[in-house]
């Protein structure tokens, strides 16, 4: 880029030192529970080569309670299965709790997916096994971990079900239980050894709305009364609008994400706030919104101009 206005030449000197400033600071996903680094999936299937993930970027905070949003297709269970220690990574990298996923061994892998994750997946049948009691499915995984004593598993167990609001289904099997009992009996599967990381794909898929709200609510729960963080792929929009921050995942990559916070006006009247934004990856992509670019009919080759407080993005008067 050599046609750059004196101007814009001047503000750049002026953006040279925070640049600096900023270089020298935290690396990418320094201090973050979840840290995905241009992250790249390819499958290939019959010779034909299907790219789920495109260089994902994703930073998720201890403690986050967040949903991941995006059509079918874009690579969310990709991310999900990859984040569970089920798959891993063509490239890029990724860490969770400080564990690096590209470089786990089988041992390491298998004491991953013990200790530091729990996931929930939307068939119900595949979180529970059917032939134990809900009691006896959440003492399981304390069981093959092997330091809990057995009376202490069976305490726990019940604690884990009552704060699910689920502990009348102690001694059910699945079959005995409707579908949203399940499913909080499987979050309480799930977090029976204190994982770090709750992942949950789809969890309300197979429910409906209300029974969904009452899984979601002891998603809520786990995340304040354990702190546990957890990310939620989920299509229901009730669900992305409860939680503080959506990230929007089209294309195997993330692409913009919605914040959420209270509002208190003058008046002591709390209300809820969203606001949009579009994720700037790694290398310095974004991706604008179609409704925007064919609104003002931008295809192939825009305008950039650099100003003192913004990036200006402009139709090619050129074509
Ligand atoms: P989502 O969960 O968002 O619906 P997926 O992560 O399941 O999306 O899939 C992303 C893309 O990767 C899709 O095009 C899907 O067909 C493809 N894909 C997923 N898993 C495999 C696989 N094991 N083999 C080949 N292609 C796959
Ligand atoms: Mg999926």
Request: charged residues 25%.
């Amino acid at each position: 880029m050599t046609d750059t206005t004196p101007g814009a030449l001047a503000t750049l000197a002026d953006l040279e030192q925070r640049v600096t400033a900023r270089r020298d600071g935290p690396a990418y996903g320094d201090g973050a529970m979840i840290a995905c680094d241009r992250l790249v999936r390819i499958f290939t299937a019959d010779g034909v080569e299907v790219q789920a993930l495109q260089g994902l970027d994703l930073l998720v905070r201890e403690g986050e309670l967040m949903a991941l949003v995006g059509a079918s297709g874009s690579g969310k269970s990709t991310l999900m299965n990859i984040l569970a220690g089920l798959d891993v990574p063509t490239a890029g990298a990724a860490t969770v709790a400080g564990c690096d996923l590209l470089a786990m061994d089988a041992k390491a892998r298998l004491r991953y997916r013990r200790d530091v994750v729990g996931f929930v997946w939307q068939q119900t049948a595949r979180n529970l096994l059917p032939y134990l009691t809900a009691a006896q499915n959440v003492a399981l995984p304390m069981q093959l971990r092997g330091r809990t004593k057995r009376g202490r598993r069976a305490e726990r167990a019940l604690e884990l079900l009552s704060m699910l609001g689920v502990a009348d289904c102690r001694d059910r099997r699945p079959h005995q239980m409707s579908g949203g009992q399940q499913q909080r009996v499987a979050i309480a599967v799930a977090l029976a050894n204190s994982p770090s990381v709750l992942l949950a794909d789809e969890p309300t898929g197979e429910l409906d709305s209300a029974t969904g709200e009452q899984v979601f609510a002891a998603f809520r729960r786990a995340n304040e009364e354990l702190g546990t963080t957890i990310v939620i792929v989920t299509h229901d929009q009730a669900v992305a609008g409860e939680v503080r921050r959506s990230v929007a995942i089209r294309d195997g990559r993330t692409s913009s994400e919605v914040l959420r916070r209270t509002e208190v006006d003058a008046e002591g009247q709390e209300s809820m706030v969203a606001r949009e934004y579009a994720t700037l990856d790694r290398a310095g992509r974004l991706q604008l919104p179609a409704e925007y670019t064919e609104a003002l009919g931008m295809r192939h080759r825009v305008l950039l101009e650099l100003e003192p407080d913004h990036i200006a993005v402009r139709p090619d008067d050129a074509s």
